[in-house]
């Protein structure tokens, strides 16, 4: 019964994108440790780009600069 | 201090019912463990259902087939 | 198919204390919104003293003074 | 690599103080831990005041009175 | 640069299965959204069956009926 | 009210170095948005290094390499 929480800037991921997502990560879990899919909750948290830092800098300055 | 995070998926929870489980979450832990409701935080995340997956589909489809 | 995380100290909480935990955040989300308890996640957490703060200082500095 | 998630009230932080938010946070992990900028992640997750509660009471409830 | 948090059950997961939890889930963020590998930070939580409910009841007591 | 936590891995951080992380992570909040002290929430997870990736590899790994 794993939960796995995927955090994402909000860049457009489409409703097929995170389709995949949720499979994919469905999938690995029962690969890799026989989990069962029916109680794998994968939830998938957009985050504003103002909101996300890296090297101490929020990613809307970083995609400015083209990064 | 307890912390509580209760993520649901978003399909029309009101202000009322949010309250009810802040309440409940606060009663809960002071009920079972004596803790200090004064500095017991509940934080609820509403998720949106393209973003929530279970047995590897989103949320959305599930609502599609009457689930 | 809520998820429910509970973040507490560890100081001794009981698997009994835990279950009631359990069962009574599954029982808060039926009540409220009418979820699904087969599909209900409650994972608790237990945090160490000396890693939780509030107001600035660590839980285990707070217990030396009898808070 | 640290991960550093800063929960807020959703009450109109800017993008400037996010920022500053993110950089203390990076700072604050490289100068106690020397942990590297160039890997450290700041997320800040802005929530509703509906969403989150403190003794038992919305933080809605609870601005309507002042507090 | 996304995150993933994986949370499982406390069962014996070995260093080789996480090594490949690790990889899979980097791997995916990469098929998918085109994240790059280098800033991918995935972090797996094993949380003690006592801690971990569902439909109400701890994982603990579900693994002695079997289930 | 805020809720900040900090994971890291853990490499021996010690009780005073955590002391630092809390009190600084405080500050930083009180600083920039006026938040409470008071009601000012910090976690530290600390999570071992083969349960921590970054570019597909676990910590583990990478400390061997001298990284």
């Known amino acids: 019964m794993p939960y796995v929480n995927i955090r994402i800037t909000r860049e457009g991921a489409s409703a097929e994108q995170k389709q995949r997502l949720i499979e994919g990560a469905t999938r690995l879990l029962a690969d890799v440790l026989g989990k ?7 939830i998938i948290d ?4 103002d909101n996300w830092g890296i090297a101490g800098e929020s990613v809307t300055e970083r995609r400015k600069d083209g990064r």
Do not use: G
Request: avoid cysteine.
């Open 36 to 42: 069962n899919p029916a109680t794998t909750f994968v």
């Open 46 to 49: 957009e985050v504003e780009t």
